[in-house]
């Protein structure tokens, strides 16, 4: 199948199936309440400085889609969304906008928008050496182009091996990644960002000493790649729709891996927040802002109007989180006090006694 064809199945599968973990792990996240505020409600301050852009609020967009059609529309009002609310965009993986100069406008269509960060995205086994094994391998000049594509601050490098071995075009390289990382942070920033199985401590280690310029954790509790790809195998072997359903709950849990991958970097929190208390959850745990991903394409289905109503409801429920957990600011330095609790609680206590 073309680049261009899975992009677009992966936007349908997500808007028609259920596509998430089986858990909610942000629902046994509670944040601390604190009857005395620290300040008036409106006078907490949202904004932030993230990879040194100032966002209105401690929200990015997190990366999705490009290379179709429907996706260059996505990204228009994905774009005019970031632009109106000041919140950060990342657009899905480039490797179409790269191969195919056709589909670089439903990348490129966001520049018509001033959004304060832009993220671009590429896939981490374009940057291992498993050559002779039919797979491409980006260049420096090629992550340049896709950074002028979208006038890029700076790139996220996807790691998404669960997806890979889920699906039969998967590419699962990764011999030489970190050693070509390392080269490749000299020269541009770089986002390491999982896609909902999480980072590890070691994985975060790793790609600090990569030189990475922020993580993304994408961990586990919302979209699961593992259940996309297992309904993208309609009349094929059943491979994908086994193996998916097998791993469909595989990966860290987001609250966990932000509490693992605190090595000291920016840290953006993806994986299943739903609304402006997980971002405040999320801030809790260690996060400088929160992504979020499928809710935002499900109300920007249904149009920018919806969309417009459901990022501003979020941005309240922020400062709401805020202000009754007695901050003064999304960047205050005493974050809010959280308590974890259950299965996610018990996931963390165990892996805080190594
Ligand atoms: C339709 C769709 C397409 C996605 N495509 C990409 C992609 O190209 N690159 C990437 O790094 N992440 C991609 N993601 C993963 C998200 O950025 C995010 O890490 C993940 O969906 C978890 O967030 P959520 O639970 O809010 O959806 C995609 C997510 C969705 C829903």
């Known amino acids: 199948m073309t680049i261009d064809g899975r992009k677009n ?3 349908d599968i997500c808007l028609s199936e259920r596509v998430r973990v089986s858990k909610d792990h942000w629902d046994e996240v509670h944040l601390v309440h604190q009857a005395i505020p620290s300040c008036d409600l409106e006078d907490i301050d949202l904004a932030v400085d993230f990879l040194g852009k100032e ?8 990366a999705m889609t490009g290379g179709s059609d429907q996706a260059q529309e996505y990204n228009r009002i994905l774009a005019r969304a970031a632009e109106e609310f000041g919140i950060g965009l990342g657009v899905g993986s480039q490797r179409a906008g790269l191969e195919k100069a056709s589909l670089e406008g439903s990348y490129s269509v966001i520049k018509e928008f001033n959004v304060p960060l832009v993220l671009g ?5 374009q940057f291992s050496d498993s050559r002779g094994k039919g797979i491409s391998r980006y260049s420096l000049e090629d992550v340049a182009r896709a950074l002028q594509m979208i006038n890029g601050d700076a790139i996220c490098l996807h790691l998404n091996y669960l997806q890979e071995v889920v699906q039969p075009e998967g590419e699962t390289h990764i011999c030489g990644f970190l050693d070509n990382l390392g080269d490749l942070t000299k020269e541009v920033k770089v986002v390491a960002k999982e896609t909902g199985a999480g980072i590890s401590r070691k994985a975060a280690l790793s790609l600090k000493e990569a030189g990475v310029a922020a993580i993304d954790v994408g961990g586990a509790s919302g979209t699961s790649f593992s259940a ?4 993208r195998d309609s009349g094929g072997s059943g491979r994908a729709k086994r193996i998916g359903t097998t791993y469909w709950d595989w990966g860290i849990p987001t609250p966990v891996s932000l509490k693992l991958a ?3 970097l920016p840290l953006i929190a993806t994986g299943g927040l739903r609304n402006g208390q997980d971002v405040v959850k999320a801030i809790s745990l260690g996060a400088d ?4 991903a499928w809710p935002l394409l499900s109300a920007a289905s249904k149009g920018f109007a919806e969309l417009k109503r459901e990022i501003s409801f979020i941005i309240e429920e922020i400062r709401i989180g805020l202000f009754l957990t ?4 999304a960047a205050d330095i005493v974050r809010p006090e959280s308590v974890i609790t259950g299965h996610t609680g018990e996931y963390l206590e165990f892996l805080s006694r190594y």
Request: charged share 10%; aromatic share 4%; glycine share 16%.
């Open 326 to 329: 007695g901050c003064r600011s």
């Open 289 to 292: 802002i929160g992504g979020m």
């Open 55 to 62: 966002l209105s609020a401690p929200l990015i967009i997190s």
């Open 228 to 231: 996309v790809e297992s309904y």
């Open 121 to 125: 995205n590429l896939g981490a086994p």
């Open 262 to 264: 605190n090595v000291g």
């Open 9 to 11: 199945d992966h936007i």
